[in-house]
């Protein structure tokens, strides 16, 4: 798997971009087309004043995108924890989309209906940040949609972690919004031109 390794507000040395690649080996077993992967490592400062270290790690296949933050004040550690939680997202998904698979067939046997060609479709991701002048706004974001139901909204939310999440609605031809409602149910926003 080729990773791009970026570094904000730190020094990547060769030592350390060694020890990330070193780290990395643990993921060449996956089975996933990775269209994209990113490793960043930062330094941000916490609100006591100290400094502390953060490791992302993100991975853009054809069918989602596996993200993993982790923050300590060691380098080391911040970069073992996110590599490590991200073999622990790869297994979920894996797992996940097994089950999806095999709940599809079942429903289609059921129904006596052939077989969709995709049984899950995603995100194709191209990220970008740019400046803004606005000190409100932080961060921009730009990707491209694919159509996909609720359900699997649900499911590609749930693996990035997120507690929204901007989709495509075939069956209504719109762009829709998913989000966690407090008592832990899902709500889906619907906008609609005034």
């Given at each position: 798997?080729?990773?791009?390794?970026?570094?904000?507000?730190?020094?990547?040395?060769?030592?350390?971009?060694?020890?990330?690649?070193?780290?990395?080996?643990?993921?060449?077993?996956?089975?996933?087309?990775?269209?994209?992967?990113?490793?960043e490592?930062?330094?941000?400062?916490?609100?006591?004043?100290?400094?502390?270290?953060?490791?992302?790690?993100?991975?853009?296949?054809?069918?989602?995108i596996?993200?993993?933050?982790?923050?300590?004040?060691?380098i080391?550690?911040?970069?073992?924890?996110?590599?490590?939680?991200?073999?622990?997202?790869?297994?979920?998904?894996?797992?996940?989309?097994?089950?999806?698979?095999?709940?599809?067939?079942?429903?289609?046997?059921?129904?006596g209906e052939?077989?969709p060609?995709?049984?899950?479709?995603?995100?194709?991701?191209a990220?970008?940040?740019?400046?803004?002048?606005?000190?409100?706004?932080?961060?921009?974001?730009?990707?491209?949609?694919?159509?996909?139901?609720?359900?699997?909204?649900?499911?590609?939310?749930?693996l990035?972690?997120?507690?929204?999440?901007?989709?495509?609605?075939?069956?209504?031809?719109?762009?829709?919004?998913?989000?966690?409602?407090?008592d832990?149910?899902?709500?889906?926003?619907?906008?609609?031109?005034?």
């Amino acid at each position: 798997m080729d990773v791009q390794i970026k570094a904000r507000n730190l020094r990547l040395t060769d030592a350390l971009q060694e020890y990330i690649e070193s780290r990395l080996q643990r993921l060449d077993k996956i089975d996933q087309k990775v269209t994209d992967a990113k490793f960043e490592i930062r330094s941000e400062r916490n609100r006591t004043g100290g400094e502390q270290m953060v490791a992302q790690f993100t991975i853009a296949t054809k069918d989602a995108i596996l993200r993993t933050e982790e923050k300590n004040r060691d380098i080391h550690v911040a970069i073992d924890l996110a590599i490590e939680r991200m073999e622990r997202q790869i297994r979920r998904f894996r797992d996940k989309r097994v089950f999806y698979r095999r709940r599809q067939r079942q429903m289609a046997a059921e129904a006596g209906e052939p077989l969709p060609v995709s049984t899950l479709d995603g995100l194709d991701v191209a990220e970008e940040e740019e400046e803004t002048p606005s000190e409100l706004l932080v961060r921009r974001k730009r990707f491209k949609i694919q159509p996909m139901s609720e359900e699997e909204a649900i499911e590609q939310m749930e693996l990035l972690g997120h507690d929204f999440f901007v989709f495509f609605n075939p069956d209504l031809a719109e762009i829709n919004v998913l989000y966690r409602r407090r008592d832990g149910l899902y709500g889906v926003i619907q906008p609609e031109l005034a």
